[in-house]
Structure formats: structure tokens, C-alpha cells
């Protein structure tokens, strides 16, 4: 079946540097992507989206890139902080689709060194 | 800024025994989702409620899970006799309309022993 996957389980970057977080989606219907942090014992908060009639998009230290040529998401954290370190979720949504809202990855642990 | 309330934080429960998960979500919402979060896999869809009715279910949400919008304000998950493996986070989730953004709270750990 499709499905939405993270390419690598754990990333460790150094405090200060920039982080980049992979995801591939396999669902040529999504139309609509969300990153999610999780952080230990935790709900999904949400951090940023992007809707397939766009490439880029930036927030407040995030930038999220879609390209949907070969159905890959990136996160691009820039100056990471301690406060960053957590579990980091892509999301598909299709909006043509029923009402079961996102189809998550399986997950990024992001660890930031001191 | 609104958020998304459940409570309890932590349920045990003995096996065959019912639980009811609480949630209250955000205010001018419409659609409302149970999910659920095994140790350490990764979060599953539940079920969807719009309209005070079910709007989409996973194969997960047999007929031991019910939910229930019981006033203007809260939002319900109930499992009849739990399982062991009914032992996860369940996070309750709002959106203002269909597929948009859905915001999270902070979930129920919920352990059948």
C-alpha cells in the first residue's frame, strides 16, 4: 500500500548547526504535508506545512522544501537549540479524500549536542 | 492560544475492563480525531467525528471503541473490555474543517495490566 517514510531514524547534529530532515511519500494524491515535533511524552505540535502548488516554505527557523518530481519532503531547522532535540513527524494528507485526516511517517529523532 | 485538553494523562486498567478517554478540543473546531501511538511506532489513525457522527474509521477502531460527543464541548473515546494490547498513547485531535491541520493534545498513556 502507500505509505509516507522517513528516510533515516535518528539524526545527531551539533548545537548551532543546521539540521536537515528527509521524508518520502509515496501517495501521488497528497496535495498537503505537515511536519509535526513530538517531544517525550508529548502530542504532535505542529511546526509547519506546505501545499503542493508551493515548493518552499519558510517559518521562524524552519524551511520546509517539497519536491513532488520524485515525492520527497525536507525539514530544514536552521541554528539548532537544545529545545529542538525530539521526534520529528511528516504528514500527508490528501484533500480529495475521506475525512481520516493524516497519514504519519514512522518518525526522525533529532538529537542536538551540546 | 487554544489547545487541545485530555485528561486523564494516565489511565491503568485492569484487562476486560472499560475505559473512557476525555477530551475537550478547541473551541470553533469541527472535526474532532481519535489516534493512537504504540511505544515507539508510530501515531495511527483512530477515527473521525464531524457532525456528531463517524466520519472515517481504521481497521483498529472495531467494535470494542466507541465515541461520543456527549455536550458542546467534549469529546469521548470508549473501550468496552480492554485488551492488553490496547496499552498505547491516544491522542485526541480538532481541525477547523476537513482536511486542514489538525492540532494535537497532549495524550492519555493508557496501560492494561
Known amino acids: 500500500g502507500e505509505s509516507v517514510g522517513l528516510h533515516l531514524p535518528t539524526l545527531s547534529v551539533q548545537e548551532g548547526d543546521n539540521s536537515i530532515i528527509n521524508c518520502a511519500y509515496s501517495?501521488?494524491?497528497?496535495?498537503?504535508f505537515i511536519w509535526y515535533k513530538q517531544e517525550s511524552g508529548k502530542g504532535p505540535q505542529f511546526i509547519i506545512d506546505?501545499?503542493?502548488?508551493?515548493d518552499k516554505r519558510q517559518g521562524q527557523r524552519v524551511t520546509v522544501l517539497l519536491n513532488k518530481t520524485v515525492k520527497h519532503l525536507s525539514l530544514q531547522i536552521a541554528a539548532t537549540q537544545p529545545g529542538d532535540s525530539a521526534v520529528y513527524f511528516c504528514?500527508?494528507?490528501?484533500?480529495?479524500?475521506?475525512?481520516?485526516?493524516?497519514?504519519f511517517g514512522k518518525g526522525t529523532h533529532l538529537i542536538i549536542q551540546p | 492560544e487554544p489547545e487541545v485538553t485530555q485528561t486523564p494523562s494516565h489511565q491503568v486498567t485492569q484487562m476486560g475492563q472499560e475505559v473512557i478517554l476525555r477530551c475537550v478540543p478547541i473551541?470553533?473546531?469541527?472535526?474532532f480525531y481519535w489516534y493512537r501511538q504504540i511505544l515507539g511506532q508510530k501515531v495511527e489513525f483512530l477515527v473521525s467525528?464531524?457532525?456528531?457522527?463517524?466520519?472515517?474509521k481504521s481497521e483498529i477502531f472495531d467494535d470494542q471503541f466507541s465515541v461520543e460527543r456527549p455536550d458542546g464541548s467534549n469529546f469521548t473515546l470508549k473501550i468496552r473490555s480492554t485488551k492488553l494490547e490496547d496499552s498505547a498513547m491516544y491522542f485526541c485531535?480538532?481541525?477547523?474543517?476537513?482536511?486542514?491541520?489538525?492540532?494535537f493534545g497532549s495524550g492519555t498513556q493508557l496501560s492494561v495490566l
Open positions: 473551541s470553533n473546531h469541527l472535526y
Open positions: 501517495n501521488s494524491a497528497s496535495d498537503y
Open positions: 504528514a500527508e494528507i490528501n484533500s480529495g479524500g475521506g475525512a481520516d485526516g493524516l497519514t
Open positions: 467525528f464531524y457532525n456528531n457522527e463517524i466520519s472515517e
Open positions: 485531535a480538532s481541525s477547523w474543517a476537513i482536511n486542514e491541520k489538525l492540532f
Open positions: 506546505i501545499r503542493s502548488n508551493m
